[in-house]
């Protein structure tokens, strides 16, 4: 299996290097769109952050408790502190500093440090998962409108009973029975996700069956194999590659409220963790929920703007 | 002809959807089964932090809830219990699954029924000035607010909304009254931020979607031979495109509410304390109530295939077009 994949991606890649012109034509479709461009620039950005963020912010666990709930640069709050000696309370101003640009949190955990690291957690989670269910979704898509018959009908009758689930009541349930681990809410989400990918790569496929140079490569005497990994996949890439944009702000969102019900991976800082320790201490830090919340806004927000341009780059009945 | 093909039809659906029903319970059959604790686990870990001896509790688990019988009984007997509308027994709140389903179903559907006209009116009203103004300033401006309608995560925008409104305006309780009567001015009221934080996301959709539909229909033949007939703008955009754009809306408001719409409602609920299905489900996961998070996880999924199969026959009424053969 694991040799089949590299085959594909193999061959992918090489399909688009020897189509470097076509490869350039979609690029200048893509970034005629200025959103598109943001989009993909703030996702660079994030990768950035997720892998040599870490590097530089302080430790997202340490914990401080005399430097808590402390307000982001610029902000100023006031905090009643109590003194044991005297036994009086006393309103003190607390100002952000450059050590907490971001603030901390009621453990005074650094805001920066678990943003980073939550990064790289959601990175994680939208690429692995959406791969997951993409290379699933493909599989069983070409699978099935190749096989035709009563295979293509168990599959999409199979597709047809996980559609029906509601995705985030299906992945409560699932990582509720098998346990808050990281992959396990990456697998969850992959093994279940790919359900509308396979009925779209499914149709593709059929119309693509009928076309004259997949039939004359079988008249060739060309194997079910050939045909599927040599003529049909490559055709579908740029659907692929749509999809797998848009899909991944989906994830992202998934992970993220999984973790604030209480079923994330209770051992990294995702983003959906911060949040949910940021809702109860809205009256006294309200940066811990709007932070992480703004970070995962904009990644979905990016992926949309890049999928949307993408897929009108790709479709060459709109012209931008 | 006649009907008799109608009637075939929706015999033929009635019947694949009790085929997906059953799918759909063989699917979380196994899910519960393969998942690395059994039921009785659960529960046996709450017994043995009362001082219980796990052996005998184990043991009289298992018999309790047939545990120890083979598994293609056991399959038989929880499919049979299901549709008798048995749905177990919730150790947490010493009651029949089935009566906390009762008597909680009702904030759900308050929340999804008011969020759903409140998304639906709106974007449709949005999305059909937006189409007739195609490329204007206000078209520019109803679509990125659209974008980031749909992109701004529900959850955050609910807290958001709570931080904004409540706490620091105190225009509204943070946290839903359940105290109040369902049908009164002040639980409309309480329900204003939830309402708005299920139902943005779904307005931005909407908002996209009959603007796409709309200028689709707007290009056809038949409106510009409306035009021709001097029929007033007014009459070809609402009888002639609108007409036809609705047809891809319902079936997308409708799938909406099955697949996306109950994700959103369960975490709605949780961040203002709705006491709906969501909310209960929350509290069973904490509890370690295995039969309350299957419940709920159930009940959804085949609310949702009813809402499929209602699409379906609505369609054929709607479209006088459409033959499924």
């Given at each position: 299996m694991t040799e089949r994949l590299r085959d594909i991606v193999r061959r992918t890649s090489q399909h688009l290097r020897s189509n470097a012109r076509l490869v350039n034509y979609y690029w200048q479709r893509t970034q005629r769109n200025k959103l598109a461009v943001f989009g993909l620039a703030f996702i660079i950005f994030l990768i950035l952050l997720a892998l040599i963020g870490p590097l530089f912010t302080l430790d997202p666990t340490a914990v401080n408790f005399e430097e808590k709930n402390m307000p982001p640069v610029g902000f100023t709050i006031e905090q009643s502190i109590y003194n044991?000696?005297?036994?009086?309370?006393?309103?003190?101003?607390?100002?952000?500093?450059?050590?907490?640009?971001?603030?901390?949190?009621?453990?005074?955990?650094?805001?920066?440090?678990?943003?980073?690291?939550?990064?790289?957690?959601?990175?994680?989670?939208?690429?692995?998962?959406?791969?997951?269910?993409?290379?699933?979704?493909t599989i069983i898509g070409v699978l099935s409108a190749y096989l035709g018959g009563w295979a293509d009908n168990a599959l999409m009758r199979f597709t047809d009973v996980m559609m029906t689930f509601p995705f985030f009541l299906l992945l409560v349930l699932i990582v509720f029975i098998f346990g808050p681990s990281l992959v396990f809410i990456?697998?969850?989400?992959?093994?279940?996700?790919w359900t509308g990918i396979a009925r779209l790569i499914?149709?593709?496929?059929?119309?693509?069956?009928?076309?004259?140079?997949?039939?004359?490569?079988?008249?060739?005497?060309?194997?079910?194999?050939?045909?599927?990994?040599?003529?049909?996949?490559?055709?579908?890439?740029?659907?692929?590659?749509i999809i797998a944009t848009l899909s991944i702000p989906g994830v992202i969102l998934a992970e993220a409220a999984l973790s604030f019900i209480g079923l994330g991976d209770p051992t990294v800082s995702s983003w959906g963790i911060i949040l949910e320790a940021g809702q109860t201490s809205l009256n006294t830090a309200w940066w811990v929920a709007v932070e992480p919340g703004i970070m995962l806004f904009l990644t979905v927000l990016a992926f949309n703007f890049l999928g949307d341009g993408l897929r009108d780059a790709f479709d060459p009945k709109s012209n931008i | 002809?006649?009907?008799?093909?109608?009637?075939?039809?929706?015999?033929?659906?009635?019947?694949?959807?009790?085929?997906?029903?059953?799918?759909?319970?063989?699917?979380?059959?196994?899910?519960?089964?393969?998942?690395?604790?059994?039921?009785?686990?659960?529960?046996?870990?709450?017994?043995?932090?009362?001082?219980?001896?796990?052996?005998?509790?184990?043991?009289?688990?298992?018999?309790?809830?047939?545990?120890?019988?083979?598994?293609?009984?056991?399959?038989?007997?929880?499919?049979?219990?299901?549709?008798?509308?048995?749905?177990?027994w919730s150790f947490s709140t010493s009651m029949p699954v089935i009566e906390l389903i009762k008597t909680h179903w009702i904030y759900s559907f308050q929340l999804i029924l008011l969020s759903s006209l409140f998304a639906a009116f709106l974007g449709i009203l949005i999305g059909i000035y937006s189409a007739v103004k195609q490329y204007t300033k206000v078209d520019y401006a109803f679509t990125f607010f659209s974008f980031i309608g749909i992109s701004i995560p529900n959850f955050?925008?609910?807290?958001?909304?709570?931080?904004?409104?409540?706490?620091?305006?105190?225009?509204?309780?943070?946290?839903?009254?359940?105290?109040?009567?369902?049908?009164?001015?002040?639980?409309l009221k309480a329900l204003v931020l939830p309402v708005i934080t299920l139902g943005t996301g779904m307005l931005a959709g909407y908002v996209r979607y009959t603007r796409s539909a709309m200028l689709d229909n707007l290009r056809k033949a038949f409106v510009?031979?409306?035009?021709?007939?001097?029929?007033?703008?007014?009459?070809?955009?609402?009888?002639?495109?609108?007409?036809?754009?609705?047809?891809?809306?319902?079936?997308?408001?409708?799938?909406?509410?099955g697949s996306i719409v109950f994700g959103g409602a369960y975490l709605t609920e949780i961040i203002f304390g709705i006491p709906g299905l969501g909310q209960?489900?929350?509290?069973?996961?904490?509890?370690?109530?295995?039969?309350?998070?299957?419940?709920?996880?159930?009940?959804?999924?085949?609310?949702?295939?009813?809402?499929?199969?209602?699409?379906?026959?609505t369609y054929t009424y709607l479209d006088p077009r459409i033959r499924y053969d």
């Open positions: 044991i000696k005297t036994n009086e309370f006393t309103t003190k101003e607390i100002p952000g500093t450059w050590k907490h640009p971001l603030g901390t949190d009621s453990k005074g955990r650094d805001m920066l440090a678990m943003i980073v690291s939550g990064a790289r957690v959601s990175l994680q989670v939208g690429l692995i998962a959406t791969g997951i269910a993409i290379i699933l979704g990456v697998l969850a989400i992959g093994l279940t996700g499914r149709s593709e496929a059929l119309s693509l069956r009928t076309r004259e140079f997949v039939i004359a490569a079988k008249a060739l005497g060309a194997s079910d194999n050939r045909v599927i990994f040599r003529h049909l996949i490559p055709n579908v890439i740029s659907l692929i590659i | 002809m006649g009907k008799s093909w109608l009637r075939d039809y929706i015999i033929k659906r009635l019947i694949y959807s009790v085929i997906i029903a059953w799918g759909i319970l063989t699917i979380t059959f196994v899910l519960v089964r393969v998942g690395p604790s059994s039921p009785a686990d659960k529960y046996l870990a709450n017994l043995a932090a009362r001082g219980q001896d796990p052996a005998q509790v184990t043991a009289a688990i298992e018999a309790r809830y047939g545990l120890d019988k083979p598994i293609l009984v056991q399959y038989a007997d929880y499919v049979a219990n299901l549709f008798r509308g048995n749905l177990g955050w925008l609910g807290i958001m909304l709570i931080l904004i409104f409540s706490v620091r305006l105190g225009l509204f309780k943070t946290y839903y009254d359940t105290t109040l009567p369902l049908f009164s001015l002040d639980n510009t031979t409306a035009r021709a007939k001097g029929l007033p703008e007014r009459t070809v955009i609402g009888k002639h495109v609108f007409r036809n754009a609705l047809l891809p809306l319902v079936t997308i408001i409708m799938f909406d509410l209960i489900s929350f509290n069973a996961i904490f509890a370690n109530d295995y039969p309350v998070v299957v419940a709920v996880t159930i009940i959804g999924t085949f609310l949702v295939l009813l809402i499929n199969l209602m699409t379906d026959i």
